[in-house]
Every structure is written in C-alpha cells, then in structure tokens.
C-alpha cells in the first residue's frame, strides 16, 4: 500500500525555521517546500522525466510569493503535460526560449529579414520604393514591437489616415507589404497564424484606373508640344529616348552607357533592372542612336544617360518625364508609361506581328517554351519594326520636331 503524505498548511508553512541544513516539506504529489539555512523558502515540483525516466526537480518560485494553493495549482498543470509525456521543465524552457524570440524579434528586424530576400527578386528601383514605403508609414508606429504582438485593429488604425486622405493605392500596397512581411513570419516559425489576412476588406477599395495614353492619331501633337516645351534638354531627350525605345519609365531614367552596344547597335537591359528580371535587348534604330550621339556631348562621361541634377553620379528620377507631361498640360492626356501603349497601339494598328510587338514591350509570354523561342527568333523582326517605328515619330513630328531629325548618325 502506497505510503500517504499529509498535506501541508499555511500555519506549518509559516512557522518553519531555517536549520543549519537545508530540509523539505512534503505536500503531496511531489511537491515539497525546501528550507534553506538562510531562511528562504522554495517550492519544488519533484518529478520523473518522461525522456529518461530519471527523477528531477522543477522549481515553482519561493514562498511567501507563491501561495501553498497557486503552488498546488502549477503542481496540477505541471501533472497534466506529464500525463501526455511533456516534460515540464523543457517545456518551460521551450515557451522561455519563444518568449524572449518574440522580443528579440521586433517587426521591424523581420521586415529587414524579409526585404533582404524579397529585393532578389524585384528591381532596385521597386526595391528601394518598398522600403521606403515601410520606413515612412509602419516602422515608425510598429518598428519596435514585437512580431507576435502586431494586431490587425492596431495596423487598421495606422493606415486609417492614408485612407481618409483618399490615398487607397498606397493603403492596398502597404498592405499587401505588411501581410508578406507576417506570412515570411509564419513561414519562419515566429509566429503561429497571420493576423492581418483579412485587413484589406476593412478599407475602400481604389477603383481600377487605365494609365492615360494618347491615341495613333495624336502623336503629332504631342511632338509638337514636346519640341516648345518649357522642359531641359535632357528631360526632352528622356521622353524621345523612352518614346523610341518603347521602354518603361524607370528602365529609361536609369539606362547606363555600359548597356549600349554600338556595334551591335543594341540595348541590353540586365535583369535585375526589369520588371519581370529577364534581360531585354532593345535594336536600336538609327534615330535612337542619332539621341544616343547628341546624349554623349552632354553625359558621355558619365554613369548614366540621365543623370540627376543633383547628384551626377546618380540617374535621374523615374517621375522626371511625367513631371515634363504635366507642365507641358499633358496630365490627363497621357503618362510615361502612356507612351508605350501609343506605342503599342500604333503598332498592332499597322499589322505588325503581336507577339513581335509584345517581346518589344518586354511582356512575358506566360508560356514559358513559347517565351523561350519568342526571344530567340524575334530580333531581328523587332529590329524592323522599330525602326519602322523610329521613321513615324519623325515623320508625324512638325517642323522638325523630333530631336531625332537633326541629329548626327553614328
């Protein structure tokens, strides 16, 4: 018959007194409260590991702190993860472990983690936007808290004020980003669930707006307003040169002399600069190369085409040729980016190939073996056609309108 030990009490707990020797209490259930000379007093759990079935001792904290009733009650939870072979001194050490991760891990730390992966596959340009957009409108209200304490009320309350300023793009975006950074953090075991999965029905949604472009039969007139432009000289050279090369406004602002190659009088754009990070070829026609001719008497010696003014060692910015169209009251007309849907439009218009037309936009064929064949083959056809191409914009530009028509061939 198993040996019954005689629970403790408040008053025999109390009236112990320390010893020369440390001695034990026994309550019952393994708990015991240890005495030591100094006169402390200490709640331990005695118990069998469920791993090696040798005995241990798992401390509750010190009396009078820990009550005989809050030390019975840790005894009964301590009993009931033994009971399914949870060890509780390692599962202490486990949540301890977890706690102070969760500290550690601040989301602003795990925002870094997750960019430092995420821009590999985005150009510097969307990169740099990215973080921007962070460190501007989350780090500094979440930067510091820890990734496991990030709620959605309290990330709805900080984009409540971009949404009341009618900024519901940068609200859809912002939270596109955050939910990316919290999915990593699942995936990386910080957290358990994603608790901002449903953010983006607590906002309005930004109604779709197609980028404004001018039609086939208005590019006359935008020469005519690009030629008496109250505009610099390089910006006009930017917005011929991305006209030209039906190139997107970010890959025109930053093109680098180290991509031309005059022999081959191509363009390659390195992967990492494109939008889907697949290298681009541009044949360049004799008008893009009569832009590229003039462009080297004023940054030839330079790293890019574009240089900021500003800072020269640098490009200039991606917004330079749609604050031009503004001032030139082309706002609501037409875009940067509006220039390759005339482009594009003009194109399939005058019957050439759409897929030739495509590879020249740098839109990837979804088909990946019909991607592959399309790059491989359609060079020289895009070579036609942009030069083909080159030859309209002079020809609907007024009065030598175009920058392209008084310029030395190289």
């Known amino acids: 018959m198993a040996r019954s030990t005689k629970q403790l009490s408040d008053t025999e707990i109390r009236a112990a007194k320390p010893k020369d020797k440390e001695y034990n209490l026994f309550d019952g259930l393994g708990l015991r409260l240890r005495i030591k000379p100094n006169g402390s007093k200490l709640w331990l759990l005695n118990y069998t590991r469920p791993t090696n079935k040798k005995r241990a001792n798992l401390s509750l904290g010190s009396y009078p702190a820990i009550s005989l009733a809050k030390a019975r009650a840790l005894v009964l939870d301590a009993r009931a993860l033994l009971a399914e072979n949870i060890d509780p001194k390692l599962h202490r050490e486990q949540a301890a472990a977890a706690e102070a991760a969760l500290k550690v891990n601040t989301f602003e730390k795990v925002a870094s983690d997750w960019f430092e992966i995420k821009r590999d596959s985005i150009t510097s340009d969307h990169a740099a936007k990215t973080w921007s957009s962070l460190q501007l409108h989350i780090l500094p209200y979440l930067g510091s808290t820890p990734i496991g304490q990030v709620t959605a009320p309290m990330v709805i309350s900080i984009f409540r004020p971009i949404e009341a300023k009618g900024s519901l793009e940068t609200v859809k975006r912002l939270s596109q980003r955050i939910n990316e950074i919290m999915v990593y953090a699942v995936n990386t075991g910080l957290i358990h669930a994603n608790p901002l999965s449903g953010i983006k029905a607590a906002f309005k949604k930004p109604k779709k707006q197609h980028m404004a472009a001018m039609v086939p039969s208005e590019l006359p007139e935008l020469m005519q307003s690009l030629a008496y432009a109250s505009i610099r000289r390089t910006t006009r050279f930017l917005i011929e040169w991305q006209l030209h090369t039906m190139t997107r406004p970010n890959e025109a602002a930053a093109a680098r002399w180290d991509e031309i190659n005059f022999d081959d009088r191509i363009w390659v754009i ?116 942009m030069n083909w191409w080159s030859k309209h914009i002079v020809q609907a530009s007024v009065s030598n309108a175009s920058l392209a028509t008084s310029l030395e061939i190289l």
Do not use: W
Not at 278 to 300: A, F, M, T, V, Y
Not at 359 to 370: E, F, G, I, P, S
């Open 270 to 385: 390195p992967a990492e600069r494109m939008k889907m990070k697949k290298e681009h070829i541009i044949p360049l026609s004799n008008e893009s190369l009569s832009i590229l001719n003039n462009l080297k008497q004023i940054s030839g010696n330079r790293e890019y085409l574009f240089p900021a003014d500003r800072d020269p060692k640098k490009h200039c910015n991606e917004q330079t040729a749609n604050a031009a169209l503004k001032r030139m009251g082309l706002q609501d007309r037409t875009t940067a980016h509006g220039l390759r849907s005339l482009a594009s439009t003009t194109l399939n218009e005058q019957g050439f190939d759409f897929d030739v037309v495509e590879a020249a936009l740098a839109h990837t064929d979804r088909n990946q073996v019909r991607s592959a064949y399309n790059r491989a083959t359609y060079l020289e056809r895009r070579r036609e056609m």
